[in-house]
């Protein structure tokens, strides 16, 4: 008999939920940046072992809503973890734990009936009186109804036993995915994900907040060729020329190491067209979140 099921993973912005689900999956499926707001919708990885199948949802980071994309991402995550499994709190133990994020997630948590499970990461960069000591906060905060696991996403340190332990809480069914797949995200989805990854790495300020791109083309009539067309989309002006940069030198760049994300995904070579767009105020815009697939 198999066991099948699905785990939701939730925590504070920037606590490594992304890195942690690739790393169990074994192959990139969430995007990873040290900006808040990276993950915008609930993106499911998929992990196979000899009888077993576990469906890790990476949902947006846990915050109080302050427009109508952050209300949408929010409403997500309530929605995921009443479905789910199993629900998985990663918290950082570089930063401590019990901030008032932490407290919030806690809060989410106390009447759901699904089994618990709390990892606290990043133990790598921390000496082991720190890690005790974000183990023992963590109890204090999501109580004994949890099962807690020191990890390190980076470095794979105590994953296997944290997967052992989340196996152990699936119901028995069959598979949800194929054997192939990893993850349920459009081709579409994927690529306009790769792109707005980059654009992250390489900007500051308010510009990662008020980032979005969208992938109008994917043209694959070419046999040794994948063309890809995409829009960056900015609520602002100045947004714009801080993407741009100087000379185009920061769009250049953008591309360029979007365009490698994009050809390792596919096996080929791809040429990918990026445009600026504005779109004035587009996060509280719910016909254009409609647009960029976010629900």
């Known amino acids: 008999m198999t066991r099948s099921g699905f785990v939701a ?176 995200q459009s081709e579409d989805v994927m690529f306009a994900e790769l792109v707005r990854e980059q654009v992250l790495r390489r900007t500051r300020q308010e510009v990662p907040h008020a980032v979005e791109v969208e992938v109008g083309e994917i043209d694959t009539s070419r046999p040794d060729l994948v063309v890809v067309r995409a829009h960056v989309w900015v609520e602002t002006d100045s947004q714009k020329g801080i993407v741009i940069g100087a000379g185009g030198r920061m769009i250049k760049q953008i591309g360029m190491g979007a365009r490698r994300e994009l050809e390792r995904r596919v096996g080929g070579r791809v040429h990918l067209d990026l445009s600026v767009r504005v779109k004035r105020h587009w996060r509280d815009e719910a016909r254009m979140l409609d647009r960029l697939g976010i629900e």
Request: aromatic share 4%; net charge neutral.
């Open 9 to 184: 993973i939730c925590g504070r912005p920037n606590v490594g939920k992304s890195t942690l689900i690739n790393a169990i999956v074994g192959h990139k499926v969430a995007i990873v940046s040290d900006k808040p707001q990276t993950t915008r919708r609930a993106v499911r990885g998929v992990a196979n072992g000899p009888d077993w199948q576990l469906v890790l949802v990476d949902l947006p980071g846990v915050q109080k809503p302050r427009d109508e994309l952050t209300g949408r991402m929010q409403r997500r995550v309530e929605h995921e973890l009443a479905d789910a499994d199993a629900a998985l709190v990663v918290v950082n133990a570089q930063q401590g734990v019990g901030g008032p994020g932490d407290r919030f997630i806690a809060g989410l948590l106390e009447k759901s009936p699904v089994p618990l499970v709390v990892a606290a990461n990043k133990v790598d960069g921390c000496r082991t009186p720190a890690v005790v000591e974000a183990l023992t906060a963590a109890e204090e905060l999501f109580g004994q109804r949890a099962e807690y696991f020191p990890v390190s996403a980076r470095t794979g340190a105590g994953v296997p036993s944290l997967v052992e332990h989340a196996v152990s809480l699936l119901p028995e069914g069959p598979y949800y995915f194929g054997a192939g797949e990893r993850s349920d």
